[in-house]
């Protein structure tokens, strides 16, 4: 039986790595930092999963897979190496099944992994049976990021962290949107476009590239959509999900469903039964409040997702928490952030914001200068007495008054979702 090992299993992508091979019959194994719902989960699906790195777990594997956040000086893939053992990055792994499979990848520096569920549920209502492996959990997947289907068709999100997305090579790309983002690793725009438009080089001859209008990148067989498409009416009429960034998501994905010939009809009844993925906009009712749960952790994100909060809480108290998610994200976008949190207490998007400390994501520390770009920082630039940055222990009396709780940023602050829907009844 052919074996393989993960490290960095609890990855919302390497995890859904994982959950292909098992699929597959491989023996699957793997190590996390942390034990969390997702580990507790493979861990239920047969996977042998080690909480922590030692070498000791390296045996004789066939092949083992990292994470792009591990280090070099990791001791297992150290371990892997002095052993001769095969070993390749998550991004690498997926580019060689890219390879084997009629391949679709979504890219896009926002809207990836909800335009990816998406035209999953089209091409799964179509009949088209796709293997999906997707950065999120989609409730249609029973809160999964994969699915096993037996088609030749692999539908997958590409993130263009690191350039991770230049692994993979797609008979249909699509890009929701290009922006300024991960500027410790592209540094500029100009950068991040550049790699864009490798990604798109990858593209077969035959191939189409499925972009947004005002993306500047082109290829011989280019479908574009927009704001401006016939078919926006009619999505506004039966989306469930709020937000004009919804409705791009939804178009892209109804301009690949008709490369694939699938009758519009379909499209739009699978469109109309999607009902958001995890950390998308995901509501939980409570007895005192609206909780949203969002994963926005990039301006153009914040302003979008809290325009669609206003437009469907027309005249309901909105107060949003938000954890800005690594220092440097924060320091190359520390002037968007102020200007888009002004914006949105000017025009009363928001009635307060809290801001709690920093998400510091490991090996992409700050140079020194972390205080400058803190959350305390972020609070004293926006300067407005409704928003204020404050320790979680002291939060939950501050919500007081609030109709509808939005729960912001890419971190762990999920978990405080979590103790606020278990404690709801006390606020």
């Given at each position: 039986m052919n074996k393989i090992y993960f490290i960095g299993i609890g990855g919302i992508g390497v995890s859904a790595l994982a959950k292909f091979y098992l699929e597959k019959g491989w023996h699957v194994s793997g190590?996390?930092?942390?034990?969390?719902?997702?580990?507790?989960?493979?861990?239920?699906?047969?996977?042998?999963?080690f909480i922590g790195e030692n070498k000791e777990n390296i045996k004789d594997f066939n092949l083992v897979v990292f994470s792009p956040a591990i280090q070099e000086d990791n001791p297992e893939l150290k371990e892997a190496k002095e052993r001769g053992l095969k070993t390749m990055s998550y991004p690498q792994c997926l580019g060689e099944l890219s390879k084997e499979y009629f391949t679709i990848a979504v890219s896009g520096t926002h809207g990836k992994s909800t335009t990816t569920a998406m035209l999953a549920l089209i091409l799964i209502k179509a009949g088209i049976d796709p293997t999906v492996i997707v950065g999120t959990k989609i409730k249609?997947?029973?809160?999964?990021?994969?699915?096993?289907g037996k088609s030749k068709y692999l539908l997958i999100e590409a993130c263009e962290h690191e350039a991770s997305f230049l692994n993979y090579w797609p008979e249909i790309a699509v890009i929701t949107n290009v922006e300024e983002d991960h500027l410790d690793f592209y540094s500029n725009l100009e950068n991040i476009e550049k790699a864009f438009r490798e990604f798109v080089s990858h593209l077969k001859d035959s191939g189409t590239l499925v972009k947004r209008d005002d993306v500047k990148m082109s290829f011989k067989n280019t479908v574009e959509f927009s704001l401006k498409d016939e078919e926006v009416e009619e999505l506004k009429k039966i989306m469930k999900v709020p937000g004009d960034h919804n409705i791009l998501n939804a178009l892209a994905a109804l301009k690949v469903a008709r490369i694939f010939g699938i009758d519009d009809s379909v499209s739009f009844q699978a469109l109309s039964q999607y009902l958001g993925s995890w950390r998308r906009f995901e509501i939980t009712q409570l007895p005192n409040f609206v909780l949203i749960d969002d994963y926005a952790h990039h301006p153009t994100e914040i302003m979008v997702t809290l325009k669609a909060a206003r437009e469907k809480y027309l005249n309901n108290n909105i107060y949003c928490v938000f954890q800005p998610h690594q220092y440097q994200r924060t320091k190359f976008l520390f002037n968007d952030f102020v200007d888009v949190f002004k914006e949105v207490l000017r025009t009363n998007l928001i009635e307060k914001l809290f801001l709690i400390d920093v998400y510091d994501v490991v090996g992409r520390k700050g140079q020194g200068d972390d205080m400058n770009y803190s959350s305390k920082a972020l609070a004293e630039r926006i300067d407005n007495k409704r928003a204020k940055r404050i320790e979680q222990a002291y939060l939950k009396q501050e919500l007081e008054g609030a109709e509808v709780i939005i729960m912001m940023g890419a971190g762990n602050i999920y978990d405080l979702s979590e103790e606020l829907k278990n404690s709801c009844k006390d606020l």
């Open positions: 190590s996390d930092l942390c034990q969390s719902a997702i580990t507790d989960d493979l861990i239920k699906k047969g996977i042998n999963v249609e997947f029973n809160n999964s990021n994969f699915r096993a």
